[in-house]
């Protein structure tokens, strides 16, 4: 057979096109690859801003969140605690009390919000409390046996803690409360004259910690990756991102024309972002709940390394959609998310739902219903409703012991206590979150129905 040939195409990229396709792409891939830490920032800015806080600080909420508390999917359920720590001086002490009276977890991440260590009953302390000592990149000295050792790849780190009262009642709130009050946070180098413990509640007021989609993620980005050691495994994502402007030890100063390309490729990464975590693996056969990633988070310890790669898309996935995770997911909480309805439509604010959730609900301590808005993966801008869980004495039940929660810019007459806001004119979603998980739930023997559209 004769050899067909197949001429050039006489219309080709100009270098200088060329050059600017190559930036955008590499802008969009990381934007991805650096989700976790500029959300990191994000939520350490918001510390430092909004609750005028600095390094071992602890910023409480004294009361469940509301729709201020603008971190990824928080609950409305549990009093959270947040601290932000920076080792780049040395080693960092948490002394954390027994959890008597409240249930507590939470873990303790680095910057790449990898969970180094869980802490509470289902963690390293098993509830007994005790110090850890949270330790530096590169730190060689012997660790005192009274310390359980904590070793971090970076400088930063942070943790969120839930701390959940054994009911509503007041006192079980106070103790829970004063829990919070005794945990302590400095500098091993001032372990004989600890500073006097700053404690700031922010219940009630604006903690904006969410990344924004434009071009100040890529400031952060640099900002980031000046502050921390350069890790084995980001050695080619560093090479690629020289293109950009972001380099360590060198200011960030895009020119104009870089600034725009930059500012289109965030808005495409945060629509793929979007568009990604609508998909998963189902829990449930036949459910549309569904945990995002695959999975791969919780097999890896949330590090998103295997022995082949580094799962950069599922990683930034799930820190776009969320934040903290536990470094063994189902001791303490277990989650699934509904991002469709139950004929696989995307939730819309405008439309009117229906959850049902079945009776006994398999947890130890309590369940919640949550809804956030898609595009920041938080609580709804001026929500009245967040969220519904067991603890809600209005709630009402059916007559089986069954739960409708009903989703929409309104309340459905003479259920407005069985009901959680969502906006008009937005996407968004729900979680459902199971605290002191049972058997039943991992052995799928309880299954949750799909939200149901009702007009």
């Known amino acids: 057979m004769k050899a067909q040939t197949v001429s050039a195409t006489e219309s080709t990229l100009s270098s200088a096109e060329l050059a600017e396709r190559t930036l955008y792409r590499r802008a969009v891939e990381a934007a991805i690859w650096g989700m976790p830490i500029v959300s990191v920032d994000a939520m350490r800015q918001a510390f430092i801003r909004d609750a005028g806080a600095k390094y071992n600080d602890i910023v409480y909420w004294s009361k469940p969140a509301d729709w201020r508390f603008q971190i990824t999917t928080p609950n409305a359920s549990s009093y959270y605690v947040y601290f932000h720590i ?16 409240a249930g507590v977890f939470g873990s303790l991440l680095d910057a790449w919000q990898a969970p180094q260590a869980d802490v509470g009953p289902a963690g390293d302390d098993q509830g007994r409390g005790g110090k850890y000592l949270l330790l530096p990149p590169g730190y060689k000295q012997t660790v005192p046996a009274e310390y ?56 009630g007021k604006l903690f904006d910690g969410i990344v924004r989609f434009d071009e100040s993620f890529y400031a952060s980005l640099a900002r980031m990756v000046n502050e921390e050691p350069v890790l084995t495994h980001d050695l080619v994502a560093l090479g690629q991102l020289r293109s950009l402007g972001i380099e360590k030890q060198r200011e960030f100063k895009p020119q104009a024309a870089t600034m725009e390309i930059l500012q289109q490729a965030v808005i495409e990464a945060h629509a793929n972002l979007m568009q990604a975590v609508s998909v998963g693996e189902r829990f449930w056969p036949g459910r549309h709940w569904i945990i995002p990633g695959g999975g791969i988070g919780p097999k890896t310890g949330f590090s998103f390394q295997t022995a082949e790669r580094l799962e950069i898309d599922e990683r930034g996935m799930l820190f776009f959609l969320g934040c903290a995770p536990p470094k063994r997911l189902g001791a303490a909480t277990f989650y699934v998310f509904g991002m469709h309805d139950a004929k696989d439509e995307p939730l819309q604010g405008s439309s009117s739902y229906r959850l049902r959730i079945p009776p006994n609900v398999p947890v130890k301590q309590f369940w919640a219903v949550t809804g956030y808005d898609l595009e920041t993966a938080a609580f709804i801008h001026e929500s009245p409703r967040i969220e519904l869980n067991s603890y809600g004495q209005k709630v009402q039940k059916n007559m089986d012991g069954s739960i409708d929660v009903f989703f929409g810019a309104t309340p459905p007459a003479g259920r407005e206590d069985n009901w959680i806001y969502t906006a008009p004119g937005r996407q968004w979603f729900s979680a459902f979150r199971f605290y002191g998980p049972e058997k039943a739930v991992f052995e799928k023997s309880w299954v949750l129905p799909d939200i149901e559209k009702v007009n």
């Open 148 to 203: 359980i050792p904590v070793w971090f790849e970076t400088y930063n780190g942070y943790s969120f803690l839930r701390v959940i009262p054994a009911s509503s009642a007041y006192e079980d709130v106070a103790k829970a409360l004063d829990f919070v009050k005794r945990i302590r946070l400095y500098p091993l180098a001032q372990l004989i004259n600890p500073p006097m413990q700053r404690h700031i509640d922010m219940a």
């Open 86 to 101: 920076n080792m780049k001086i040395g080693p960092v002490v948490l002394e954390l009390p027994p959890a008597i009276g």
